[in-house]
């Protein structure tokens, strides 16, 4: 019984992966949703330490970095 269950969680593991990597997956609007979500908490969290660490430049620079790739996903 658990040789079946983890067999069917590789199976879907392996889906999620073929599904992402198929051309045109970046157009899924799940898919988008995630990186957005994903992309936002780096910021939350770039930000949180740029606050932190009294505005370090190089914090800044890589949230500047992460907020230039965010936009390009989404142009």
Same mark, same amino acid.
């Given at each position: 019984?658990?040789? &079946?269950?983890?067999?069917?969680? &590789?199976?879907?593991?392996?889906?999620?992966?073929?599904?992402?990597?198929?051309?045109?997956?970046?157009?899924?609007?799940?898919?988008?949703?995630?990186?957005?979500?994903?992309?936002?908490?780096?910021?939350?969290?770039?930000?949180?330490?740029?606050?932190?660490?009294?505005?370090?430049?190089?914090?800044?620079?890589?949230?500047?970095? &992460?907020?230039?790739?965010?936009?390009?996903?989404?142009?």
């Amino acid at each position: 019984m658990a040789d &079946e269950s983890s067999q069917q969680a &590789e199976s879907s593991d392996n889906d999620l992966l073929s599904n992402i990597l198929a051309p045109g997956s970046s157009l899924n609007p799940t898919f988008l949703l995630v990186v957005d979500g994903v992309l936002a908490l780096l910021a939350l969290t770039l930000v949180s330490l740029a606050v932190a660490t009294g505005g370090n430049v190089h914090v800044i620079a890589l949230l500047c970095i &992460e907020l230039a790739l965010w936009a390009s996903i989404k142009w």
